[in-house]
């Protein structure tokens, strides 16, 4: 009996041996265009500039994983966002042994932020993007919701505080009434899983 066991044992993980094996010869079929890619070939066949908001979502997806500008590991540098947004930042400061970049009046598609700053970590890269506003906070969150919404899709939370989060890429976006006067978004981009 225990011989018999031990055959069958062993025809099973043959036949697993085997299914395995066949598999990881065969080529997958979709292609998935890199958001570099998708520069290039926008670049080529346009050159006109590449938007700053995510792009439509890929075949592979239902929606484009969370990035800013184009900065979707927390690998970037600070060339890399000086890069994304085309000048070098106002100013910087430190808290703690945290070096934080800041820039003023920043434009992420038709969004405007007062101040956009990016602060680098061991564990991923923190943007920080905040507006102001004088009246009801609800028209400006809103307005920002709506837009990280068609981005990254249907957020979870309600009334003044939204989050949206990618399980491709564990990065995460935050969206907050931060006290009185001002509306905080915060792209939380994470090491590559």
């Known amino acids: 009996m225990k011989k018999l066991f031990a055959l069958l044992l062993c025809c099973a993980l043959l036949a697993g041996l085997l ?28 050159e006109a500039p590449a938007s ?11 929606h484009e994983h969370i990035n800013y500008k184009g900065l979707e590991t927390a690998d970037f540098t600070l060339d890399d966002v000086i890069a994304a947004e085309g000048r070098d930042p106002d ?21 405007t932020f007062g101040q956009v700053q990016y ?46 989060n990618d399980g491709h890429t564990a990065n995460r976006v935050r969206l907050v009434v931060l006290n009185d006067d001002t509306v905080q978004l915060a792209f939380d981009i994470a090491e590559g899983k």
């Open 119 to 164: 602060s680098f970590t061991e564990t991923g890269n923190h943007i920080s993007c905040t507006c102001k506003y004088e009246n009801d906070p609800t028209s400006v969150l809103e307005q920002i919701r709506d837009a990280m919404t068609a981005a990254f899709g249907e957020p979870s939370g309600s009334g003044d505080s939204y989050s949206w």
């Open 19 to 46: 299914t395995a094996c066949i598999y990881d010869d065969i080529e997958p079929e979709v292609s998935v265009a890199t958001p570099s890619d998708v520069e290039t070939e926008a670049s080529d066949a346009t």
């Open 91 to 111: 100013f910087c400061f430190e808290v703690g042994e945290t070096t934080y970049y800041a820039y003023n009046d920043v434009a992420l598609g038709d969004l």
């Open 52 to 62: 700053d908001m995510p792009t439509e979502a890929s075949e592979a997806h239902d």
